[in-house]
């Protein structure tokens, strides 16, 4: 049976002191996977900068690759590095970095090298000028394209950008092997699913996807 939702579900609480000012009752309802990635470039002092990001998809379009990030904040690292360099890098994790990538979000001081800090390994990228992280299977190297405000009084902006290379992993594309998917391949955030009609929350953190034939 199907239930029409226009407002938010009266069981439906906050978990935690000002959950909903951040995040929308649709989506703890909705529970759409997002990918998880971390973005990586240069702060203006040189050191490594690496965050953990989401709420994202890729289109194609004519012919280019684009990549369309829906939840940047302007007064954060990633940001400032990419309206510098005008770059940044897409690096695609396993689930066993999970642990690594998450530390980046606790060594985001400005004088800290974030990847390095977190246990990763920071490699040139071949076209932009950014750094890589070595122990991802897939990194996308990217160009900013343009910014819009979400809405009005949006404090988060839109960013898109275009890839101009890409490296994988050859065991990641050959599904016969690692795969792209399943436990070794992409992993998407879930962030506190929960029932609207009994506000118990179903799953919350990453999950991983099983290849499926139809």
Not at 58 to 75: L, Q, R
Not at 160 to 178: E, G, P, V, W
Request: aromatic share 12%; glycine share 6%.
């Amino acid at each position: 049976m199907k239930k029409e939702f226009s407002t938010k579900p009266e069981n439906m609480q906050e978990a935690w002191p000002g959950e909903l000012q951040h995040f929308s009752w649709q989506e703890l309802m909705t529970a759409i996977p997002s990918p998880m990635f971390l973005v990586t470039g240069w702060k203006a002092n040189g050191k490594e900068n690496a965050c953990l990001q989401q709420y994202t998809t890729f289109v194609t379009d004519s012919g280019e690759f684009i990549c369309i990030m829906s939840w940047v904040s302007k007064g954060g690292h990633m940001y400032k590095s990419l309206k510098k360099t005008g770059c940044c890098v897409l690096n695609f994790p396993s689930s066993d970095l999970y642990e690594k990538c998450f530390k980046t979000v606790e060594n985001n001081q400005y004088e800290t090298d974030e990847i390095t800090a977190s246990g990763l390994t920071a490699e040139k990228a071949v076209v932009v000028n950014a750094p890589r992280i070595a122990e991802c299977f897939l990194n996308i190297e990217c160009e900013y394209l343009w910014e819009k405000q979400n809405f009005k009084r949006s404090d988060r902006i839109v960013v898109a950008l275009k890839a101009t290379h890409i490296c994988m992993d050859s065991d990641r594309y050959d599904q016969s092997k690692f795969g792209r998917y399943g436990k070794t391949g992409y992993m998407y955030n879930i962030y506190n699913a929960r029932n609207p009609d009994t506000d118990q929350a179903e799953t919350d953190g990453y999950w991983t996807t099983e290849s499926h034939q139809p």
